[in-house]
């Protein structure tokens, strides 16, 4: 099996939403906010560095994230330790579901040729001493796509 280690140190971003603009021409654009392009194209920059020129996956993913926030500066210790050790956990933006539709699209033909790819995975939200989001990406061990029929026998 195939798994595929990447970690993006700092704050998590998640996907935001599209925007729009009027261009003087009177035609509309639509693109994704800069915070968001920064982060995808970390993370897409460091998947390279790990895929290492080997083609992007062609059979089925599993992708798992943990998604890690710092404590507030503000906390106790007393509260900050009840964070380290899980008691605690990260209610706050972004949401999980953002932060693997950021991942998943700066991923896609590096990592996978596409995220219709990814059939099944987990989301963890924890906080912890650094900041960041670590990405697994683990190749399923399935028939191919290609395989329309039953084996006879």
């Known amino acids: 099996m ?3 280690l990447i970690v993006v140190p700092g704050h998590p971003v998640g996907k935001g939403r599209a925007r729009s603009a009027r261009l003087p021409n009177g035609r509309t654009i639509h693109y994704t906010p800069a915070k968001t ?3 995808e194209g970390i993370a897409r920059s460091l998947a390279m560095d ?3 020129g080997r083609a992007p996956l062609e059979c089925p993913v599993r992708l798992s994230l943990i998604i890690t926030f710092a404590i ?3 906390w106790p210790q ?3 330790a009840l ?3 899980g008691r605690i956990e990260p209610t706050v933006k972004p949401d999980a579901d953002n932060v693997e539709k950021a991942v998943k699209d700066a991923l896609n033909g590096v990592a996978w040729r596409d995220d219709c790819q990814v059939v099944s995975g987990t989301k963890e939200k924890l906080y912890g001493p650094q900041p960041g989001v670590r990405i697994l990406v ?3 061990e399935t028939l191919p796509a290609q395989v ?3 084996p006879k026998g």
Do not use: C, V
């Open 138 to 140: 683990s190749a399923r």
């Open 2 to 4: 195939t798994d595929i």
């Open 78 to 80: 007393w509260k900050r």
């Open 50 to 52: 790990k895929m290492r």
């Open 148 to 150: 329309k029929h039953r």
């Open 37 to 39: 392009r920064t982060w």
């Open 72 to 74: 507030p500066d503000s």
């Open 83 to 85: 964070a380290l050790a």
